[in-house]
Every structure is written in structure tokens, then in C-alpha cells.
């Protein structure tokens, strides 16, 4: 739980917001729009019987930029393999580090939002991170 804050994964892989080499965290609105997105990337049912941990998360309502205030939402967002365009959105927000939090909506649930977090920024200390709390799937999803 100690790096789950400090974007590795997204660095090392990149994601739908940032191409490799830009360490973002990505997070969630609510449990349930986290759940959909592990959901969304499982290969097989097994994985639900895994041991997941759900941490919260809070900040300030400044450090939030909105997308689609800054940016006009490309019309490929959707797209999978995921867009270029999405991409470039990202690493534009994260190279002029212009928030600590981005706003971007959820390609699962399109009307949920999904928060990326910019760990270098000079605001990230504002973010409030909680104790993880244990999450377990309902086995019936893997029907």
C-alpha cells in the first residue's frame, strides 16, 4: 500500500490520461466506479476472489481541474486501443502541471468522473490519503 500513490503502474504502462514515462494515479469517485474499472481490465473471473483494498481519498475542490474545461474531450476518447489524442490531453496537463488533480470522465460510465492524480506536483501534499479498507467482490459477477 506504501506505492500505491506514487504512479508507477502508470509510468511504467501508461493508461487512457497518460502515455509511459509520467507517473499519474489514477482514482475513482466512488467504490462502485472502482470496482467497474478492475472489472473492466480483469482477464478472468478468478481475479474477483483476489485480495483487494479500497483506499480513500480526499481534496481540496481547487486542486481539481476539469477536463473539459481546459480541454475540448476528443471525439476518439472512447476508442480502444486507447487514442493517441487521450494521451497527449494527459501529458499536457501533467508536463505544465497545470492542477494536482484532473477531471476526466470514465470510459466504463461515461456520466462518472475519474480523478488523476499528479504525485509531483507541489499541491500533491494537500491530498489526503486514508487507511485502506478491505474490499471483496461478489462472486456472483463472475457469472
Not at 493508461?15 to 473492466?40: C, D, F, H, K
Not at 487514442?83 to 462518472?112: I, K, N, Q, Y
Not at 504525485?119 to 456472483?140: C, M, S, T, Y
Amino acid at each position: 500500500m506504501r506505492t500505491a500513490f506514487d504512479g508507477e503502474g502508470a509510468r511504467r504502462y501508461g493508461g487512457r490520461w497518460n502515455s509511459p514515462g509520467r507517473s499519474v494515479v489514477y482514482t475513482a469517485e466512488s467504490r462502485a466506479l472502482a470496482a467497474l474499472e478492475i472489472l473492466v481490465h480483469l482477464n478472468s473471473s478468478r481475479r474477483l476472489r483476489d485480495r483487494y483494498r479500497v483506499i480513500p481519498v480526499q481534496f481540496p475542490d481547487e486542486l481539481v481541474l476539469r477536463l473539459e474545461d481546459k480541454f475540448a474531450l476528443p471525439k476518439d476518447w472512447l476508442e480502444q486501443p486507447v487514442a493517441a489524442s487521450t494521451r497527449r490531453l494527459g501529458d499536457d496537463w501533467f508536463a505544465r502541471r497545470l492542477s494536482c488533480v484532473l477531471s476526466v470522465p470514465s470510459a466504463v460510465m461515461t456520466l462518472e468522473r475519474n480523478f488523476l492524480l499528479n504525485p509531483l506536483h507541489a499541491d500533491f501534499k494537500q491530498v489526503k490519503i486514508g487507511k485502506p479498507e478491505r474490499f471483496a467482490f461478489d462472486v456472483r459477477l463472475a457469472r
